[in-house]
């Protein structure tokens, strides 16, 4: 059985570290708590925060002082335990405090903060691995763990470049911005609502209840058709009178019809014309602006009411008519 004996100065050295991280702990926490009440990134200051360091800086104050008394002097793979038990603990508390910002980002920010919020937390974990590394003790392992972990990149780069594509296209897309989480799009032939933006691919859900998901590597290369990016977009309706019809009449019915429909914007104002002269009609084209969240209920009401102000008025909607001529005249028997 080993008996270990302390100094009288080793015991004042270890309760001064004590004490004084204690002291630095209460302080930081009070400093953060206090910060949080003036500062806008209430995401980073905040009373989790507070607890969070404040348990950190008691529990290395107490590891300390345990390393002063020489308890905690024998190594594992040629790291000291104290140090290795702060390196894990550092990494914990990295862990665990990007969690949180994370979920409070996503939170206060919105849908649209989840890009933004996933970075921090991916670069958050990624420099507290390395400074935990450096805490334990591994520095002079960490050039050979980085040059390993270098080699080991360049083997599997050549098989996973589909995932490193869309990590990195993840990225441009952040900064870019084509799109955001609840805009309706239409992209790599297919259409819906973005359900979520990930570091590797976008979910849309598409307008029959489907979840598509789509590599970011896919989505950053294909043409995208945001349907929400800008407040108003226009409604293109095209409706066939007949030839006997009177063109300003069925246009000013028209254009009445539209005024009295609630969303169609003023400004732009509708514009109707004769498009094209078919083969069975005379095509009207209507261009009307509407709010972009509003633009599928609009083109319903103004085909339901044009059509019902159309016949109220007399005025055909014809079907397609052909005529059709013979070389030779036709005899027909009839019985």
């Not at 508390?93 to 996503?106: A, D, E, H």
């Not at 977009?233 to 066939?240: N, S, T």
């Not at 246009?251 to 003023?266: F, G, M, Q, S």
């Amino acid at each position: 059985m080993v008996t270990m004996q302390f100094t009288t100065q080793e015991i004042l050295k270890a309760i001064a570290t004590l004490i004084g991280g204690i002291v630095i702990a209460g302080l930081v926490r009070v400093w953060i708590l206090k910060l949080s009440r003036s500062t806008k990134y209430v995401w980073v200051f905040n009373e989790d925060t507070a607890k969070l360091f404040w348990r950190f800086i008691v529990i290395v104050s107490i590891l300390a002082a345990l390393d002063t008394l020489g308890i905690l002097e024998f190594t594992i793979y040629g790291a000291k335990v104290s140090s290795l038990i702060a390196g894990i603990l550092l990494f914990y508390i990295s862990y665990l405090l990007g969690k949180k910002v994370q979920n409070y980002w996503v939170v206060k920010g919105g849908a649209e903060a989840q890009i933004k919020a996933k970075l921090f937390y991916y670069t958050l974990i990624t420099l507290a691995f390395f400074l935990a590394l450096n805490v334990a003790g591994f520095t002079g392992k960490l050039t050979t763990i980085v040059a390993a972990a270098g080699i080991t990149g360049i083997v599997l780069g050549f098989s996973a470049q589909t995932v490193i594509s869309n990590l990195i296209s993840g990225i441009f897309m952040y900064f870019d911005k084509p799109l955001e989480i609840g805009d309706p799009i239409e992209v790599a032939g297919y259409s819906g609502v973005v359900h979520d933006i990930r570091i590797f691919s976008t979910r849309i859900r598409t307008w029959d209840g489907l979840l598509v998901r789509i590599p970011n590597e896919k989505l950053f290369n294909s043409e995208i058709k945001n349907l929400a990016k800008y407040p108003a977009r226009r409604v293109d309706v095209v409706v066939g009178i007949s030839y006997k019809d009177d063109v300003d009449k069925a246009v000013e019915i028209i254009r009445k019809t539209l005024d009295e429909i609630p969303y169609v914007l003023a400004e732009p104002e509708p514009t109707i014309f004769v498009e094209e002269l078919g083969d069975s009609s005379v095509n009207l084209a209507i261009r009307a602006w509407a709010p972009s969240e509003k633009w599928f209920d609009v083109r319903i009401e103004i085909l339901k009411k044009v059509k019902k102000a159309l016949d109220e008025a007399g005025i055909e909607i014809p079907f397609p008519q052909h005529v059709n001529w013979f070389a030779e005249e036709l005899k027909v028997k009839i019985e």
